[in-house]
Nanobody, 127 residues
Framework: QVRLVESGGDSVQAGGSLRLSCVAA????????MAWFRQGPGKEREGVAA????????YYADSVKGRFTISRDDADNTLYLQMNNLKPEDTAMYYC????????????????????WGQGTQVTVSS
């Protein structure tokens, strides 16, 4: 059974940093494409960052480029999202996702390419 469990969400002041983690189990993690999505109050779920197996390729939403870094530890089946210089507009529930499709055709941050989802971890940034 596939499980994705996120952690690391918290309430921080603008300009602060957080590191989210997602531990995966129940599938061949190292062969999967992984991503972070977020859903703010009253908003659609949007892709934040994606990473290919072994971390060869990474993609970011324009809104987080230069501030967020996605990484993975395939030995520990763990996905990370380092978030720096946080802004109030980053407030959202953050979800990790896993999919088996290569980064061709469908954009890397499209929801439809990911088969498995975690339950989310809340990030709140105050001004």
């Amino acid at each position: 059974q596939v499980r994705l469990v996120e952690s690391g969400g918290d309430s921080v002041q603008a300009g602060g940093s957080l590191r989210l983690s997602c531990v995966a189990a129940g599938y061949s993690y190292s062969n999967y494409y992984m991503a972070w999505f977020r859903q703010g109050p009253g908003k659609e779920r949007e892709g934040v960052a994606a990473i290919s197996p072994r971390g060869v390729l990474t993609y970011y939403a324009d809104s987080v480029k230069g501030r967020f870094t996605i990484s993975r530890d395939d030995a520990d089946n763990t996905l990370y999202l380092q978030m720096n210089n946080l802004k109030p507009e980053d407030t959202a529930m953050y979800y990790c996702a896993a999919g088996s499709r290569p980064f061709t055709g469908i954009p890397p941050l499209a929801r439809m390419r990911y088969n498995y989802w975690g339950q989310g971890t809340q990030v709140t940034v105050s001004s």
